[in-house]
């Protein structure tokens, strides 16, 4: 279903009154119609055809592209998410000489920074950096993903949890509750194998909760092998239940004295 300039931009105006009254379902419904009816437009990419209505039509797209990130992160779908900023990224990248800047730029690639973060794609975040300008990089939405995936590699886990308090842009908070969620995530890990038990108000400092109620609803959610009794968080099961790894020493001693002789042999 191609469509006019025109019909493109009445959809969108429907779209984006859905969007603002927070109704997803017809957001999500006029969005592929959105997305079929721009098919019909030869200056978008990869074409990049000369027309006279160029400047609009790749202004529109990238509107519409823009607006189907951050519905992606409203209905909390990061597949949706890395679909969809990749089809607008050629807007920021192949099109900056021919159409105006976009206010949303820097938060939306801050944002798709965190996402990576997020998914512990560590190598692809450090690609997607290199690739931005020296004028991007000072932007505090970069900057914000950037101090966040330092903090992270440091294990300086405090200050990943607390910049939650001060994210750039609203919608970053979607992604940093999973980032949270993941900080948590590795320290319960490192404090089961590390303790045999915690007291209550120990187990709420490492975790950095603010309440017993909220550590008591992170246990029951996430850890139900762990046990809460006598004012102490036991994690006796879980290292009952978890798989052993030792290392097997003497047969990699016995195998590395054999690797020594037949090396031996051929000299």
Same mark, same amino acid.
């Given at each position: @279903?191609?469509?006019? $300039?025109?019909?493109?931009?009445?959809?969108?105006?429907?779209?984006?009154?859905?969007?603002?009254?927070?109704?997803?379902?017809?957001?999500?419904?006029?969005?592929?119609? +959105?997305?079929? @009816?721009?098919?019909?437009?030869?200056?978008?990419?990869?074409?990049?055809?000369?027309?006279?209505?160029? *400047?609009?039509?790749?202004?529109?797209?990238?509107?519409?592209?823009?607006?189907?990130?951050?519905?992606?992160?409203?209905?909390?779908?990061?597949?949706?998410?890395?679909?969809?900023?990749?089809?607008?990224?050629?807007? =920021?990248?192949?099109?900056?000489?021919? *159409?105006?800047?976009?206010?949303? &730029?820097?938060?939306?690639?801050?944002?798709?920074?965190?996402?990576? +973060?997020?998914?512990?794609?560590?190598?692809?975040? #450090?690609?997607?950096?290199?690739?931005?300008?020296?004028?991007?990089?000072?932007?505090?939405?970069?900057? #914000?993903?950037? /101090?966040?995936?330092?903090?992270? @590699?440091?294990?300086?886990?405090?200050?990943? $949890?607390?910049?939650?308090?001060?994210?750039? #842009?609203?919608?970053?908070?979607?992604?940093?509750? +999973?980032?949270? !969620?993941?900080?948590?995530?590795?320290?319960?890990?490192?404090?089961?194998?590390?303790?045999? =038990?915690?007291?209550?108000?120990?187990?709420?400092?490492? $975790?950095?909760?603010?309440?017993?109620?909220? $550590?008591?609803? =992170?246990?029951?959610?996430?850890?139900?092998?762990? /046990? *809460?009794?006598?004012?102490?968080? =036991?994690?006796? !099961?879980?290292?009952?239940?978890?798989?052993?790894?030792?290392?097997?020493?003497?047969?990699?001693?016995?195998?590395?004295?054999?690797?020594?002789? /037949?090396? &031996?042999? *051929?000299?």
């Amino acid at each position: @279903m191609e469509g006019t $300039l025109s019909d493109v931009s009445q959809v969108f105006d429907r779209f984006k009154a859905a969007f603002t009254r927070n109704d997803l379902s017809t957001c999500t419904t006029l969005l592929s119609q +959105l997305k079929v @009816m721009l098919t019909g437009f030869p200056s978008l990419p990869p074409l990049y055809c000369e027309s006279p209505t160029a *400047i609009h039509e790749l202004t529109l797209a990238r509107d519409i592209f823009e607006h189907a990130v951050v519905l992606s992160v409203k209905t909390e779908d990061q597949d949706a998410f890395e679909r969809d900023f990749l089809q607008l990224k050629p807007y =920021y990248t192949d099109t900056r000489d021919l *159409i105006p800047p976009s206010a949303q &730029e820097y938060p939306i690639l801050g944002l798709n920074l965190l996402r990576l +973060l997020v998914q512990n794609r560590i190598a692809e975040f #450090h690609t997607e950096l290199e690739l931005l300008s020296p004028e991007a990089l000072e932007n505090p939405c970069i900057k #914000h993903a950037v /101090e966040l995936e330092q903090s992270f @590699m440091e294990g300086a886990y405090n200050r990943v $949890l607390s910049a939650r308090q001060a994210v750039p #842009h609203e919608t970053y908070v979607y992604f940093m509750d +999973l980032l949270a !969620k993941t900080v948590r995530d590795e320290i319960a890990g490192c404090s089961e194998k590390a303790y045999d =038990y915690l007291s209550l108000q120990d187990a709420k400092q490492i $975790l950095m909760f603010s309440s017993n109620q909220d $550590l008591e609803e =992170y246990v029951t959610e996430e850890h139900p092998e762990w /046990e *809460i009794r006598n004012g102490c968080v =036991y994690f006796q !099961k879980a290292k009952e239940s978890a798989p052993s790894k030792e290392i097997p020493s003497l047969q990699l001693i016995n195998q590395t004295l054999g690797y020594a002789r /037949e090396l &031996e042999r *051929i000299v």
